[in-house]
């Protein structure tokens, strides 16, 4: 059964911005766990973009620092992703997973559940 399902991808000019949601089953979304976004890479399946901590911190890959910030709302049991100043190399299929602990790791093998993704386009 899908416990993980995204939305607001899209196709923006490069400078614009999106919001991307992950919206979680309760047994599946837990507070107490970490939650990030992933996406491909040339020199990987599934490079680490950004985090939400249990506690609210945020954290994201030196690649898109200062423009991808993650939250989360326990109450909606959904995480989001903020893209603001998107360029045409952030285009990809992003996923949200959980972690398998309570604190964050960048090594997709850490992370038990995983979404199907939405797509990203960012034209020049």
């Known amino acids: 059964q899908v416990q993980l399902v995204e939305s607001g991808g899209g196709s923006v000019q490069a400078g614009g911005s999106l919001r991307l949601s992950c919206s979680a089953s309760p047994n599946t979304y837990r507070r107490s766990y970490c939650m990030s976004w992933?996406?491909?890479a040339a020199w990987t399946r599934r490079e680490w973009v950004s985090s939400i901590t249990t506690t609210g911190g945020?954290?994201?890959?030196?690649s898109v620092k200062d423009r991808f910030t993650a939250s989360r709302d326990n109450a909606k049991n959904t995480l989001y992703l903020q893209m603001n100043n998107l360029k045409p190399e952030d285009t990809a299929v992003y996923y949200c997973?959980?972690?398998?602990?309570?604190?964050?790791?960048?090594?997709?093998?850490?992370?038990?559940?995983w979404g199907q993704g939405t797509q990203v386009t960012v034209s020049s």
């Open positions: 997973a959980r972690a398998r602990f309570t604190y964050c790791t960048d090594s997709p093998a850490d992370y038990a559940y």
């Open positions: 992933f996406r491909p």
């Open positions: 945020a954290a994201s890959a030196q």
